[in-house]
């Protein structure tokens, strides 16, 4: 399988119309996704979709990057893995944080 990042999408567009977007063009569409806000369920204009093989990936980025929907010319390429959100020991916050709460929690 093959995963895409597309960019730029109309802010209506649903998991279903990007899968549809992929299927009227001939590839062989394993998912699709459009990434949404946590908190208010709006689009964040791009998603992910999955194809069946490398090359519909290669022969998909040729022949739908920059492809005019809705008014909005799509990005489209090889999805990168999500890189690490960090974590770990670092402060988040609150009056241990280098925040401007200062050494008696006073502004």
């Not at 001939?26 to 979709?49: L, W």
Request: hydrophobic share 30%; no cysteine.
């Amino acid at each position: 399988m093959a995963k895409l990042y597309v960019g730029n999408l109309s802010f209506e567009v649903t998991d279903d119309g990007l899968q549809q977007l992929f299927i009227g063009k001939g590839y062989q569409v394993a998912s699709a996704r459009v990434i949404t806000d946590r908190e208010t369920g709006r689009s964040r204009g791009f998603g992910f979709v999955e194809l069946g093989s490398g090359d519909d990936a290669a022969r998909a980025i040729g022949e739908m990057n920059g492809l005019n929907v809705e008014g909005r010319a799509l990005q489209v390429n090889e999805a990168r893995p999500q890189e690490s959100r960090g974590g770990g020991d670092r402060p988040r916050g609150g009056r241990g944080s280098t925040g401007r709460s200062g050494r008696n929690g006073r502004y």
